[in-house]
């Protein structure tokens, strides 16, 4: 009588799990792609700077 609400309980609990997960690789993801354009960016203004001088 008490197996479906555990099995729901844990199923829930899983889920929250798996969405935790994936969002945090998402993340990171999306900040090492952020950080890279920064640097590109960074990179591309000082070359147009030197070739300015």
Do not use: N
């Amino acid at each position: 009588m008490m197996v479906w609400p555990a099995v729901t309980l844990l199923g829930f609990l899983l889920l929250t799990a798996l969405v935790i997960a994936m969002g945090t690789q998402s993340t990171a993801r999306y900040e090492q792609e952020q950080r890279a354009a920064k640097r590109a960016s960074s990179g591309r203004h000082t070359a147009s700077e030197a070739v300015r001088a």
